[in-house]
């Protein structure tokens, strides 16, 4: 097994906790990089509309990257990992214990989607978690901290959306406040698509290939 796998499937909650706590006051006290995650977050849901399902996947995958990119911004080596079977997104590296993270995104409600379970009869959350939401931030959980918040539903595991709210009630100290806003309702404005830019570069390549 690749070295940096199995570094992402032996995360330790105590380490999780103690860097985002060192991440959350690294934002705090730096504007700038807060305002800049803050652009950056918006800057790639107004261009990839989420509204549209397939840019769903897409946002999802790059809000990861974001975050890889946010906890270098502060200092703290980050690395993105979110391939295979981990189900942790983010390694953060040291010399002495690493601390790995998946990120989850809902910017409508507070129940975010955790597992897809699609063939996996007991789904469990077991990974330290990055929550985005509107409205509050980013959210730092894990299964002891917040346990019994799951959903069992038709092919996916949900967190509690109540339980959430009463957990960032309790925990002020696991959020951070980042402004994310609300998507937009009604009519899907003009929106990028991930499929046309993939296929627009592979085109590129191709001379008597045309796209419009």
Known sequence: ???????????????ARATFSSFRAKLEKDGGLRSQLESAVKMLRSSYNTAIYENRFIVGGA?????????????????????????????????????????????????????????????????PSLFLFSGVGIVYADPELLPEATIHGDGVLTLDGKKM???????????????????KTG?????????EDVARNIVHNFPKLSLP
């Open 1 to 15: 097994m690749d070295i940096v796998y199995y570094r992402a499937m032996n995360i330790s909650y105590p380490v």
């Open 63 to 127: 809000l990861e990257h974001i975050m890889v990119a946010a906890f270098n911004g502060a200092g703290i080596p980050a690395q993105h990992v979110g391939r295979g079977d981990t189900r942790v997104d983010v390694l953060v590296t040291s010399e002495r214990e690493d601390a790995g993270y998946s990120v989850k995104a809902s910017f409508s409600t507070l129940s975010a989607r955790l597992i897809n379970t699609m063939g996996n009869k007991n789904p469990e959350w077991k990974e």
């Open 165 to 183: 709210r009463a957990y960032i009630t309790s925990h002020p100290e696991y959020v951070l406040a980042i402004i994310f806003d609300k998507p």
């Open 187 to 195: 009519k899907i404005a003009s929106s990028k698509t991930a499929s």
